[in-house]
């Protein structure tokens, strides 16, 4: 009799969660988190998870509309919003080994410019980030990334 009831009762929990599931619908987990942008510090603190610890939430949130990231180095390099975003996504989970500190620069009420130094054993990269209040949200609109 016991052994019935358990059977009933794992049979019941596998329903349960069957019809959970289905109730989500196929595309329920690749909805956007919703990321706190509320004020140029999260956006700032969002950028630097982002970049740094391999968050991936929030990549397209954060990113402006007309976002392009220069890189000084021997040559000058430019990369559009869908391609930095592209590239986000793939370092998910990959945390860089450096030290970060950042320092800002310039700040108003609608906009912010921030010095974000990455010290790395054998170099340092200093990104000069530049983010806007766009509605309600701030967002990261320009990226200057240079190497010593």
């Given at each position: 009799?016991?052994?019935?009831?358990?059977?009933?009762?794992?049979?019941?929990?596998?329903?349960?969660?069957?019809?959970?599931?289905?109730?989500?619908?196929?595309?329920?987990?690749?909805?956007?988190?919703?990321?706190?942008?509320?004020?140029?510090?999260?956006?700032?603190?969002?950028?630097?998870?982002?970049?740094?610890?391999?968050?991936?939430?929030?990549?397209?949130?954060?990113?402006?509309?007309?976002?392009?990231?220069?890189?000084?180095?021997?040559?000058?390099?430019?990369?559009?919003?869908?391609?930095?975003?592209?590239?986000?996504?793939?370092?998910?989970?990959?945390k860089l080994?450096?030290?970060?500190?950042?320092?800002?620069?310039?700040?108003?009420?609608?906009?912010?410019?921030?010095?974000?130094?990455?010290k790395f054993?054998?170099?340092?990269?200093?990104?000069?980030?530049?983010?806007?209040?766009?509605g309600n949200?701030?967002?990261?609109?320009?990226?200057?990334?240079?190497?010593?």
């Amino acid at each position: 009799m016991r052994a019935l009831v358990k059977t009933f009762a794992a049979a019941a929990l596998i329903a349960l969660s069957t019809f959970a599931m289905a109730a989500e619908g196929p595309g329920a987990k690749a909805t956007k988190a919703n990321i706190n942008l509320s004020t140029a510090d999260f956006a700032l603190e969002h950028y630097v998870a982002i970049t740094i610890e391999g968050e991936s939430a929030g990549v397209e949130q954060l990113f402006a509309a007309d976002f392009n990231q220069k890189i000084q180095a021997t040559n000058v390099q430019s990369n559009s919003r869908s391609e930095v975003v592209k590239s986000l996504k793939k370092q998910k989970g990959e945390k860089l080994n450096c030290t970060v500190s950042t320092d800002i620069i310039e700040e108003s009420a609608d906009y912010m410019v921030a010095k974000v130094t990455l010290k790395f054993e054998n170099f340092t990269k200093t990104d000069l980030v530049t983010l806007e209040r766009v509605g309600n949200d701030w967002k990261v609109s320009k990226s200057i990334n240079s190497y010593k």
